[in-house]
């Protein structure tokens, strides 16, 4: 079965970065077009930023300018690195490879203000 495992959450104050980072455990992971959705509390999951296999980005308007996705197909990993972050980032982050390589289990990003 295929697992895509979330990691570099944590808590940051306003202003500060972090940067996630999604491995997958298959090996047609270059093949995938990989996203990144984040669920606040009372929130319904919305969709942050995408990346192509050929390596094509789309970011949400409240991200742009501020995240940027990425991908290591060597290391089956895709990454989004959070700059400028806001009390309003605040959220579980989870990593997605559409309905083949599913969902990732979340992590825990919060912003301090």
């Known amino acids: 079965q295929v697992q895509l495992v979330e990691s570099g959450g944590g808590l940051v104050q306003a202003g500060g970065s972090l940067t996630l980072s999604c491995a997958a455990s298959?090996?047609?992971?270059?093949?995938?077009?990989m996203g990144w959705f984040r669920q606040a509390p009372g929130k319904e999951r919305e969709f942050v930023a995408t990346i192509t296999s050929g390596g094509l980005t789309n970011y949400a308007n409240t991200v742009k300018g501020r995240f940027t996705i990425s991908r290591d197909n060597a290391k089956n990993t895709v990454y989004l690195q959070m700059n400028s972050l806001k009390p309003e980032d605040t959220a579980v982050y989870y990593c997605n490879g559409g309905s083949k390589l599913g969902w990732g289990q979340g992590t825990q990003v919060t912003v301090s203000s």
């Open positions: 298959d090996r047609t992971f270059s093949s995938y077009t």
